[in-house]
C-alpha cells in the first residue's frame, strides 16, 4: 500500500530522530551503565511502549486533542522542558558527569525502570507533535487505509527506534570505558551534551503553538 520509498523515507527520517539526543537516550545510557544490560532493555521497554500509546493516539486522531486544547498542550511542553533543563544542569554544573561516565545510582526494580521509560518518553511533547504533524506528510488519503497507512508508518519509526536503542544500550558500557581512557573526549562529549540539552529546553519553553 505505502510505496517503498515513501516507507525508505519516513524511515530515515526516524533515524535522524533517534540519533538526535534527548530525554531517551538519555535515561537509557544511564541505567545501562549503572546498573547494566538488562536494567537498560527493561527501560527501553518502558519507551517503545510509550511509543505504541503516541502511535495508537495519533492513528485515531485523538493527538489532535491536545494540540487543540492550549492548557494541555502547554502544560506537556513545559513539562518536557523542565525535564531537559534538569538533565543539561545535571550534566553541566560544577562536578558535573558525562552521561556516558560511570557512576552508582541505587538500583532500581524491573518494574521502576520500565515505569521511568516510559514516563521519560510520555514526557516529551515533541513526541505528539512529531507524530501528528510528520505522519500525515506520508499518508496518501487517494489509496485509503489511512489508519492502515498510519499504523504502517508508526511501526517503521518504532522499529527503527528499537535497533538503535538497543545498540545503544549494548554498547554504553564500552562508550564509557573509551571515554574513561580518553578524559579529554569525555569533557568535550560532556558539554556538548549539556549544552544542546539545556538549548532544547529553552527552545521548547520559548516555542508558541501555531495557529
Not at 535522524?16 to 527501560?43: D, E, F, H, K, W
Not at 521519560?120 to 506520508?138: D, E, G, H, R
Request: proline share 5%.
Amino acid at each position: 500500500m505505502i510505496p517503498a520509498t515513501t516507507l525508505m523515507a519516513f524511515a530515515l527520517i526516524a533515524l535522524g530522530m533517534v540519533l538526535t539526543p534527548g530525554p531517551n537516550m538519555m535515561y537509557l545510557v544511564s541505567r545501562s551503565i549503572c546498573q547494566g544490560r538488562v536494567a537498560g532493555l527493561y527501560s527501553l521497554a518502558g519507551v517503545v511502549l510509550g511509543f505504541v500509546i503516541y502511535l495508537l493516539l495519533a492513528a485515531f486522531g485523538l493527538t489532535a486533542v491536545v494540540m487543540a486544547v492550549p492548557f494541555a498542550y502547554d502544560t506537556l511542553r513545559l513539562a518536557g522542558a523542565f525535564y531537559l533543563g534538569y538533565l543539561a544542569w545535571n550534566t553541566l554544573k560544577p562536578g558535573g558527569r558525562s552521561p556516558f561516565q560511570v557512576k552508582d545510582l541505587p538500583e532500581d526494580s524491573p518494574r521502576k525502570l520500565f515505569f521511568m521509560g516510559l514516563l521519560t518518553n510520555l514526557l516529551n511533547p515533541k513526541i505528539a507533535v512529531l507524530y501528528l504533524s510528520l505522519l500525515p506528510q506520508f499518508v496518501d488519503v487517494s489509496k485509503g487505509h489511512v489508519l492502515e497507512q498510519s499504523l504502517i508508518l508508526g511501526s517503521t519509526q518504532i522499529l527503527v527506534s528499537l535497533t538503535v536503542n538497543t545498540t545503544i544500550v549494548i554498547t554504553a558500557s564500552s562508550i564509557a570505558h573509551f571515554l574513561g581512557r580518553h578524559p579529554r573526549w569525555a569533557t568535550f562529549q560532556r558539554y556538548l551534551m549539556g549544552t544542546v540539552l539545556g538549548g532544547l529546553a529553552l527552545k521548547m519553553a520559548l516555542e508558541t503553538r501555531k495557529a
